[in-house]
Structure formats: structure tokens, C-alpha cells
């Protein structure tokens, strides 16, 4: 296949998946009201309506703005209510306001997203688009697959605090029986982290290095609700020793004695998941954890969690398989046979907590100008987690992706892989 | 007319005005989105749409629950969630989170005032209501309409808060030159004030006593945006000997230096309004003050605010006219010519703060029950303020009726009637 | 007697009040060291260190600066440092931040103290000083007894959060047993409040004036630690329909459930005093309570708090007598009998709140200058107290004078006397 | 020398060193007043009493009472008031109280040292101690050089609220030209990072192990006043694209535009130091640097924070040699000319922070008990430091020694050394 046939074949391809990614923003936000979609239940979290203009926004601004000629913006009130934190970009709309924007509606919002898509098909259409071109709309389509998972966290945050517990969607239960846990042995040695090649990773996954790992054993499955359990019975959340003392200072203050969605009635305790309130499900993994309470687990269990590195390195050898978004659970379930003591749920699930503090690769650089602040200024004070969850898109993820956030954080399907010195 | 006559004259009344309250309600609402309806701007404003629900939940637990036999809840969850703050019922939805309840919806909340109504005009036609019921219907409109205004202060602030600058309903402007300002003299000595008579008063303006005033004027119309300008414009908000010690350390904590409402745009002071966003109308009240920038105005003005009793002792020889609610306005206008120097816009416009705390009448009981939690409850650290304003329905307010809010309050049509002794 | 006799005789009684007044603020400061005189427990608690020196502030910037000739401060530095909130002279040394001044030293201050006393007695030595300059310097002195009582206030707060409970002074017990709770009836009509005369007052207690008054009766002594224990035990603190809603709240963030300097040891209860520890004396007085607590508290036993004008009729009638700080005991005492149902306890032991907030007397006027922001500014969302407690000088207290706090402060000797309607 | 020779030796040595290091505490104090000793300025700091009694605490508990046969506490208060954060040995004074500690006095507390100081002599000359109580004994020597550093960068804290500005002790002026700032080039590899074998070390710095390193370049020495100046005055502190996210909201929240210690008087930049207030000498090194401060200047200068390994590895090949607290300044010194294009300043005047997130170095064990919360606790959002200042005791430092700080601490002697790829 010579050149043009090889960029024409490309373009054809992100068409498609551009208009796949987009089509499934709107299919996961098709279940919410308008009122649903508009309220945000704390700075961290942002309203659906929000997800849907600034993934919108992402593409005006990055793949219009400097192509289209000439350029006229949808709105011009876009640009500052729809910029989430893009200094190079100017302005933004406070975050903790996001949610008092009952102007634009919903609709006003579903006809941004219809007119930028439009446009955006017909700059891909044009003419065959040059490689930058192609690789700001592959990012601007991960920009949004991010997004799509933010979709469904935030508003499993807001219909949890509704005394209502509401639904967001038809309600399943994960059943099954919890496997034993095994451990897995890794060798250690100088091994290779990164990622490398023509495939798409972000910046934060560069460049690929080598790092010096001591031998090392990994949990084959993730922690279950049932484990944790025990952890609360025993009075895991009653012992500082258990505890990094910032964790214990966090646990204090905010009065922590249990998983944010895990509540307790008629003397038998629940969670609440996206499908409403249900009798908790021993086998399947404990989410909604915090770093303060997946590395207190740890310590309780004798063990550690893992650093990225030694996640990666076992990750890498393994296909990316796993409960994700796509098998509609939107909910961890039970942890499948894996053969030949395998480490089982290393993708889907649950991102998992590393030990790793969030920070640049050896000689990582930043692409210039606002693209650039994508990940690069948010590496300090937040932790590494991997493989995905049950709320990621399966082609979203790989052994190299990086995701983080700060330890208190828990609305996200957060849950524990146990490592432990070999 | 003999007594059974009269009491179904009464009733037939009642039925008429309970009908004509509550669609007023619903008018009010008819504008808002879904969305618009459902957002709560601050924990001190509600959703529309709660307000909607709580004055409907007034009359199912007030009137419904111990008249109707056998009663059964609309919905049992409504009970707390639309309780307001009346702990005599239980427990109550937190106030700063009546934002996040996206459900139930709006819909179902007006279904919710369809059934309530229904069974409340069953309940009022089934046979001749006793006096106690029609007390406590009256009380609920009474109360309705009170949500009626907040409605409309809530939802102002809403919008304030969008950069759109979004109208609540299509635009006007208050036009007219300002009356040059007068002071009318009252010669004190023992007045009588509060309420007495068949008449509905809420419990807060009884027992009628008397109160020793001595000699005073009142100014013949309200503070007027010019000249709040020159207050502003001449150091006002810069200058601590004006203001209340608690002021001033408001006034710095929040870097206040206008009004809320107030902005400079390409140079022009505007104001927002419920029309959305216009050039500053000079002859125009000043609203949206707190009571530490009511204060400090008067002390700039080389006078004073006024006490209740001088206020009600002025405002009780005079008819309730004024622009209220019903003008359509929904913004204070230009001070009317008064004949003879008297006092204009006592009512309606804006609601006026006096210098007294919020409290009780000598002599003064609540209502046993939860229905007493009305008002006695609130009598600390507030202050009265009386007339009505552009939001308030006229038939709702009278010479002895008090208003209240906290100090730093400034989301209502709070403004300023001068005083000083004589 | 001649005018320059009657002069010189005032200046000599000046002269000499000075120095008894101020040899007493020393008393006060001897059992302290220098680590107890230089630490502040709270932004509204200042260190003795800096009463003896913004007492001193006062002398030197309002009575030396603008009469002597020439004059010069003591140190430049100090005019900012002690300045409590004295706008129209300047910069204030931020309130928060008294107890980070280790420099200067106690002894600088008792140093700066010696040479203002110095040229302050100059100063009326020089020739007979005329009945301004005799003003400011009484004004002075009244204003060193508040902080007086504000020392001794100030350091128990401080030394009640030291674990060791360590005591200001040798130990002492009240005794004695509990006075039956009697009523005094007054008739009510018009009567005269507020200050007239010769005699010093702070400008707040004038223009004296009428106030009308409904018939009312007063307990005959002060709600004692026995009663208060009993609220308590019947579940006072956790009944909302006790409290005002601002209340409740205050109660409920601050998990509030006994007065601020009870405790509980082996299974008593205990109360911490400037003489330590002691076992909770059921007799004596109830001191320590905010507003709020003295509000919940009267309405539990079917009572109120009186209003000022109640208060100081009743107050004017008899002598100042009671349990001040020259009795030594610096702890309120059981209530004396009292002849011929009269109450007892209206001076000394404890201030009493009132219901009243304070505000402006009709026809108040503020000094000009610096010194009229001694009072006026404070005219806002604070109580009025009465009477004096067992911590202020016998002679600065009368029945006219108000006293005032916040609704939240506990850290005063504030005690409960209770009112009904007649 | 044989086995008893050789530990009645190092049992003598210890001993001297015992005396040498307490003395040394006692020595630091001396200069302050009882009231400097007692006043805390901040959470994160102590009183310089509280220094000295904690660290005499941490002799008591963790060597007297295991050893001592019959144990006798001192005063059994002052197991909690004076524990740090070591919940397994009980309770604690709350961190932000320790300032309210009036008593015991300073000469109490003087007295607590001398008592422990003879137990613990007594104990180690009974008879040869064994090796388990002279780690024991050295740990608490090290701990006690820790705490001799915070007591001066505590007092320093608390001195610079005091508008006096007053000096810890006589002045002195940092002077010497800038160095001009080179690079050194390392070469990357596998490289040994870590403590070993049978000196002294904390367990954070253990085990040793290996870390890959690319090649690098370390500035030769520290970024100077002179080069932070230029960073301000081209408006690095407005320039939200030089800051990590975190690090510009920190800076916008608490409005800093300056370093800590930095201000303007009369035109000119000073600089508070413990010697008092001093013009800022550009060739000093620039310190009391947060981390977000430092990771923006290195951004700015195209640079970034070294890694802890690179740090180590440069550092290893080095003498431990530079201006600590021995010195006598107890301020940074202008870069002495380092031969060879070698790095200075590797060690003493400040701190260097490191982009290293504090965490455990793999197969990291805490010690068993109590003593175990050292260290290991803290190993979460906090960044590692290396080097020691000029406040560091000379010989408690190391090119393993690892020290950490949140992010915004500035009240450290931190500054900067940047590095880049090779």
C-alpha cells in the first residue's frame, strides 16, 4: 500500500472512530434528565452536561481553532465556560461553579456537540489530514474516552447522595463465588517501562526506560468486599498503627469508618452502584477506596501495594482482557478463573493503587504550548494507578497507561492489588 | 347572615384564594427550565423547584396528615425531604443539598402539587371547615406566598452567577428622574404597634403593645442608586469609621466594594436584574444591600436607619400601595411624587431594614407544636425589616409586618429608608 | 468651696484613684509568670502581657500625645502593637496574632507602664488639670478595670485548656447551701433607663430615656450549677425545640453538651476555677454559658430571659452590693438571703443576660474622633449583659451599665437570671 | 582489642557524645527569654520548651523505662504532653496546643533534662550497655539533632511575625561574589543508593540498593538571591504556565509573591534571617523555598529538581563538608570556589529539594513497635530533601541522610539545586 492509500485508509479509520467515540458520549449521557445532568455534587466532580460541552470544547479549540479557515467559534462564551484548566487556552469557568450553569441546557449543549462533529467531519474530509492533524483528534477521542469514565463516576457521586437512591440504570447483581488468593513471583532485574512506537499512548507514558526491581509477588485477584470486611470487623479503621499518619489525620477529621458507597440497613450492609442500592457482594472487588485506606488494608494483610513499575512489568505479558465498560456491568465483578496461577483482573475491574507517586518519566517533555498542560503539571502530590475499571473503554487502556489522583480521593472504582517482597 | 352562612362564605373564599396562590406559584415557576428549576446557588437559596415541593409538603403535613381520615403519604421520602426545618416533624434533607436532588423531577414535584391540591379541596368542600382549618390553610398560603418571593431571589441569584447573565424574563427598564429626597417629622411619644383583629398576622407581629417613641423623621423615599454611587464613588467602601466593626471585617473577609449585583462593564456601572443585565438606573432604590451596608450608608448620610416602632408608626396611617409583585416589574422603581410630604414607597420596592434586632413582643407565645418552629426560633442575631418589596405579593404584607434576615444577607430587595432623631 | 478648691480636691481623688487603679491591674498580673502573661488561647482572649500594655497605650495615646509638650512615645513601635481597634489612630497589630509579641518583654511593659504612670501623674500635677483632661483620664481608668476583669477572664481560658489544670491562685470552695427560687413581681408602665448626671458613665448608657414596660417578675437569685445539672440530665442539650435554631446549629457543630468548663472526672462532675479543679459546688451560680445555653435553658423552665429596661428597673432600686473581685473569691458565691422577697445577686457574681441586643439608646451620639469608636461600633449582633461578676471592681459597675458579648461567648463569668410575664 | 575493651570504649565515647548533643540543646535555648521559649507560631511549629522537653521525653520512654529497674516517670503528665505522634506509646497533646503550655515552666523543663540527663548516665555506666541500648541511645542523640534544627527554624518562624523583627542573635552579614553556575555531568547507570553497614542511619535510608539512572547534570551549586530576584522581576510568580497546578493554586489561595522571609523596606529587598533583618545579599543562596516554589524556578531556568539517587550519587563521591550549624551563621554563605568543576554545596547551607516523592525503598521494614512510627508513617505527600543547611549539626548528616517536607513548607532552610539530562 503506497502512502496516500495508507493516510487515506488512516483517515477513514479515525472517521469511524471518531464518530464511534462521540456516538457513545451520548449513548452513556441518553439515561440522565436534564436535571441530572446539570447539577455537580462537589468541585471534584462535574456535571454530565459539563463532560459533554468540554469534550466538544476540546475539539473546537485544538482541531478547529487552528485548522478551519476561517474560524468562527460555535459561541464565544465557550471558550471560558467549557476550558477546564488550559491556561494557554485564557480563562476558565470556576470549577466548583460548573454546576450553576443551567444555561446552556442540555439541548443547547447536544446541538454544540451536533455542529462541532459536522465540522470536524468535513475537516477530516477535506483533504487527507497530515499526521498532527490526525493525532490531535486521536488525543482529542482518549481526551473523551477519559471523560466517558468521569461521566459515570460523577454521577454515581451525585445519585448517591440523594436519599432516594436512585438508578442510573436497570439494576444486575455480580454474583459468583470469590476464588482463593494466590500469589504470583516475579524475578525482578532491570526491566523496560514506557511506552514506545507508532501506537497512541499520552505524553506521561514517555519516553520508555529501564527501571531496577527487587523480586517481587503480586495478589493473582484484587481485594473483595469480603475482605475488606474483615478489615472493618477486625477494627482496621480504629487502629492509627495501621495507618500513613496523613491517612489517620484524613480518617479523623472527615469521620471515616467504612467505603464512601457502602452504607448499612436494616442491619446488613449495602453498596450503592450505578444500578441503585444492593446487598453487598462479598467476591467482588472492594472499590471507592482511597490510597489512605488501600495502603492501610495492605498493612493490615501483611502486605504492600505494588509500584507501578512492578505492575507494569507483570501487565505487559498479559492481554488486555477484563470487565470494562462494555459489558455493560458498570459495576466489579467476581474475579474469573485465571490459569496456571496467572494474575487475573489486571485490566477492568478496578484501577488499581500503586505506591508510585505521580512523576515524570526520566527525560519526559511536555508538548509545547496548552496541549502541554494536559498531564504534565499535575505530577506532584497524587498516586499512580493502573489497568483500568469497569467503567473504562476496553481499547482505552494498556500495560503503560498511567492514571492518578490525590490519596483522599474515593468516587472513582478505586481498589487494591496486594504485592509483597519475594 | 347566620353563622353557617357565614362560615360557607368563608370557605367558598378560601377555596378561592387557596386556588389563586397556588397557581401563582406554578406562574412564577412556568419559566424556568427543568434545569433552572433544580440547581440550589448557595446553602441560604433554594431550588425552584424545592420550593415548589415545600409549600406543598406545608399544606400535606399541616393539613392533610391530622384532618384527613384515613391519611396516606404522597410519598413517605417526601417527609423529610421537603421538610424545611421543622424538627417537631423530624428529621430534614440537609439544606445545603436541596441542589442535589435531581429527583424526583420536576414533573413528578408538579404532580405532587396536583395531588396535594386535589386533596386539600376535597378536604375544605367535604363539609363546613372548622376555624382551626381555615387558620391553618391561611397560614399555609400565607406561607406560600412568602416562598413565592424567595422563588424569585433564589432564582436571581442563580442567574447572577452565569456568565450568560441569562433573564429571567424578557427586559425593562425602570425609567423616571429621581424625586428630590424629603423628611417628613413625627412628633413621638407611647404609639401602639404589632397586630390585633380577625385578620390574618403571622404570630411574630402580636401581642399589639405599646412602644415609647421620641421625636424623628423619616426621609420621603428610598436611597437611590446615584446615590449609593456617591457613596461609593466618595470612599464609602473604604473607609472603616463608617461602618460597624462586624461590618468591616465583612467587608474585608469578602472584599465587598458594591453592591451584589453591581458591575462595571466596558466602563459603565449595570446592574443585574431579573431581566437580566442593564445600564444602572440612577433614580432606581437600591437594592440587594446587607444591613452592614445599609448602616454604614446612613452614618455616610449624616443619618440613621430606623427602629421598627417608628417605621410601623409612620407606615400605619397609610394605604399598603406601592409596585409589588403584581406590577410585573420584578424591580424597584423611581420613587412616585407623594402629596403633601408624606412618605412614599413605605411599601413595596424594597423591603427596608430597621435598626432592631428580630424579636419577641412582650408578651409574645408561639403556637404549640411544630407549626410554633414558625418563627420564635430565628429570634437572634437578625433584623427586622418591613414594607414588602417588587417581589412580594400585595395582599400579603401590612403595616406590622416584619420581615427578618441576618446581617450580611444581600440576596434580597433589601434597601434603605433614612432616619434621624428630630 | 471655691471653684480652683473643688478642682484641686478632684484632681488630688484623681490622682490618687489613679494610682489605686492601676497598682491594681499589677495585682492582678503578679501570680503570673512571664510564659502565662505572654500566651493567647484565642483570637477573643488577649495576654495579660498585652492588657498591661494597651491599658498603658490608652493613657499615653489619649491622654499624653495630644497634651503633652512636646511629646514623644515611649517606643514608636508601640502605637501599632497595643492598639486594640482604634481605626482613627492607625494600623492595628492583627487581634489574632497578641501572643506571637515575646518582645517586648513583661518587664519592658511593667517598664512602660512605670514611665507612663510617670508622666501621667506629671501631667495632672503640673496645674489643675481642667474637666476634659479629667474625663479622658477617668475614661481611662474605667477602661483599665474592663480589661481588669478581661485579664482574669483571659488567663483562665488559657490556663483551662493546659491538662494540668493549674490554678491562677490558691485554692477555695464555695459553700454553702441553695437559696429556694422566689419571683419578684414589677408592675410595669413607663419608666427611665439609661444614665444621667455627673457621675462617669460610658456613653452607651445615654441619653437617658422612657421605656414601657409590661408587668413582669424576676427570679430572686441567679440560676444555680444544681438547676443547670439537672437541664442537663433531663437531656437539655439534646432537644432542638429548646433551642433557637442559630443555637442548635452552634450546639451542633461545636458538640457542645455541658458549659465550657465543666467536666466529668472519676464519675463527678467538676468545674475547672481560677483556683483549679473543684468539685461542682450544686449551689453557687452557673457561669460560663453563651447566650445561647442561657436562652435554651429559660425556656426549658418555662421562663425568659428579662429585656435590659426590666432589668435595670429593677436594678435601680437597690445598692450596689455583692460578690465582686475585691471579695477575693473571683468564683460566684450561693445566693445570700435576701429580706423580704427582693432579689438578690442583681450586682456581682455573675452577668446576666438579657434578651436585649444591643443597640443605640435613642438619641445616641458617639464621642467624635478616635474615642467615640469606643462603643458605638459594636452595635450589632451582640447581647446586653448586667450587673458584674465576681471579676469586676465593685465601684465600676451601676445599674444603667451595659456590658456585651457575641451569642457564642462563654468565656465571660455569664450566669442566667430568669423572667416571666406577670 | 577485645570484646569488653572495645564496648567499654564505645560506651565512653558515647557518653561524651550524650553530653556533647544535650548540651548542645541547652546551648540553642539559651539565648531566647522564657516567653520566646514558650510561644507557637504555627501548627507546624514548636516551642522551642516543647524541643527540649520532647526530645529529653524520648530518653524517658524509650530508653529509662524499658531499662530502668524500678521505672519512676519524671512526672506521669508528661508522657502525653510531651509525646510527639507515637500512638503506641498512648496519647498525645494535641500539635496545635503545645504553645499553650504555660506550665511547667522553662525551669522546669530544665530541670526534667538534668534529671533523665543523670538517669540515663547512671543507666550507661552501671555496667557495659549492650548494643541494643546504645542504638537506643544514639537514635535519641539523632532525634535530638533533628529537633536541635527545628528549634531555630521554629524560632525563627515565630521572630518573623514580630514586627519588631527581632534577632535571635548578633548580627552578621552573608558577603563574596556569585560563582558563576556550572554543570557537572554524571553518567547514568546502575548505580547504589541507600545506607549500609554498621555507622548510624535512620531506616528510611535503608536497604540499600540499586536505581538506574540516565545520564544527568547537576548545577554546581545552589541558586542564589540574586537568581531568584530575576525569576520575581521577570514575573515569575504570574506565570501560572511555569507552576505545577497544585502549586499555582497554593500560590493564588495564600497570595504569595515572595519568599517567606523576603520583604520591601524602603525600596530595597531584605531578607529576615536569625540575626534579624538584613538587606538581601544576591550572593547567598536563596532558601525557605516551598517545593511548588522551587519546581517553578527550575522551570523557568529550563531546568528541573534532581531525582534523590542522582542527588545521592553525586553527593557519595564528596566529603561532608560545608557551613552548618557549627559555623556559627546559621544562614546560607556565598558558593565557595569548588576546584574541578566539582559541585558545591553538596552539603550544609540548605536543603535541596528532590523531585522524589518520600516512599519506601524496596524490602524497607519499620522497626517493631512504638519506634516504628519514626519514619515510615510519613511516606506519603512529602518530597525528600538531601544535603542538611545551615542549621544542621555537622556530623548527623550523610549523602544517604533523606529528609522530608510537604510541598508548601517554606519555613525550612530550602532551596535549590537544579539539574537537567544529559
Redesign the interface.
Known sequence: MNAPDRSRLETGLLQERYAEVRDQTARLAAPL???????Q?MPDASPAKWHLAHTTWFFETFVLEPRERPFAPCDP?FR??FNS?Y??VGDQ?PRA?R????????TEVREYRRIVDERVRALLERDAPDAALRALVTLGLNHEQQHQELLLTDIKH??S????K?AYRAAFAPAGPARALGWRDFGGG?VQVGHEGPAFAFDNETPR??????PFALATRLVTNGEFLRFIEEGGYRQ??L?????WSWREENRIERPVYWFVHEGAWHEFTLSGAHPLAPAAPAVHLS??EA?AFARWAGA?LPSEAEWEHAAAARPVEGNFAESGLLHPAPAPEAPGGECAQLFGDAWEWT???Y??Y??YRPAPGAIG?YNG?????QYVLRGGSCATPRDHVRASYRNFFP?AARWQFTGIRLAR?A
Chains 1, 2, 3, 4 share one sequence.
Open positions: 434528565s436534564e436535571e441530572d445532568a446539570c447539577v455534587s462564551s471560558v465556560l484548566y491556561n494557554g469557568h461553579q454546576g450553576l450553569l443551567t444555561r446552556p441546557s442540555l451525585l445519585l447522595l440523594n436519599p432516594l436512585p532491570l526506560h529501564e527501571a531496577k526491581l527487587e492509627p498503627e495507618w500513613l499518619s496523613e491517612g490510597y489512605f495502603d504492600r505506591r508510585s507517586s512523576s515524570a526520566p527525560g498542560e503539571k499535575f505530577m506532584v502530590n490519596t517482597d
